[in-house]
Every structure is written in C-alpha cells, then in structure tokens.
C-alpha cells in the first residue's frame, strides 16, 4: 500500500486504499490555483461505525497553477493513535462539469537489481465548494482494474465513460471541511 493522500484520512484509520494511477487526469496543469481554496480547512470524519476521526488540510498557492498541501491527520498503529503529516502537490482539472483534484504523491521503489527511485503516484478526487465548506469525493479503488495508462487522455476518458454508468466514487470515503482560521499550535510550523 502507497501512501495515502491528504483526501483520505478515513481510508489510513481502515485500511484500505484509494484508486491510484501512474497519470493525472491532464498532462500538465491547465487552471489557475482558485485562491478561495487557499487556508486552512478542518473536518471531522466518520466512517459508519461509529468511529470519528479528525483531519485537516492546509492548502497554499505553489505556483500559479499548483497547489501546496498539507494533511494534518492521525494514524492507527496498533492501541495507539500517532500523528500523521503528510505533504502533496496537486493541480484541479475538470471532466465535465465536475471538478477534481489531481494529487501527486512519491514513493520510493526498491527493485532488487537498483536502488530506490522515486515513483510518482496519482489519486484523484472531485470537489465542490460553497461558502466555508470543501466537498471531497474520492475515486473508490474499484472503479477500474487498470492503474497504468500511457497518455493522460485516457484515463480522463475513463473516468468520463465509467462515471456515465456508475457511480464511481466511493460514498464511505466522502468528507466536508470547514474552513477555519488556523488554530495556533499550527502557526509555527
């Protein structure tokens, strides 16, 4: 399992993983950063059985069409719960009328005959936001079997045609933020 995206602090507390891909949605960025997406957002999430997490996003302008993002969240490690800190890229795109963000993460690939080389991973989730709260809907791992794909086209596509027929997103994992201002135990970080 890859590490997970700031998107999905309830798939870390059970284990299991958001679809991945070795593309984005487009091959580069095409929208300029939104900068009411810009601070800092907070959620509390519950996954239905009663356990609740909580999760908070820290987004800044990276460039003028790429996101800085960092997830503040807990991790489950054994009896303990560990704080968990996480840092990604990502850039919004659009298929339709949807918008969705495509977030970068690394991980390091160690086959037995080189060293460790960085592996760039995909995941993607659409989003919508009103006023101070951040709608997030994460791609469920399901919705294809395929995970490589040779131009970015296809994939969004993919996702176009799949999302016609089924719902492609994975309703446990849908999460709400409010924006807040930043409490002040972040401030110095």
Partial sequence: MSKLPWLLPVSILLYAC???SNV???????????????GYWYGIVKDGSDFFGIEALE???????VYSITRYGKVVKGDM???DTAFF???????QDQQFMNISGTEQEQPAHKPGTPKRTWYLA?????????????????FTTRKFFQRPGDLKQLVLDMGQKNNIFDDLFSLSYRKIAKPVSFQSR
């Avoid at 659409?126 to 399901?142: H, I, K, M, P, Q």
């Fill in 18 to 20: 958001p679809y991945e």
């Fill in 24 to 38: 984005a949605l487009e091959s580069a960025p095409v929208e300029p950063v939104d900068t009411s997406l810009n």
């Fill in 59 to 65: 987004i800044s302008r990276q460039s003028d069409s």
């Fill in 81 to 83: 719960i560990l704080p």
């Fill in 89 to 95: 890229t990502g850039f919004t795109s659009r298929v």
């Fill in 126 to 142: 659409a989003f919508s936001r009103r006023n101070d709260t951040l709608d997030v809907r994460t791609l469920t791992e399901t």
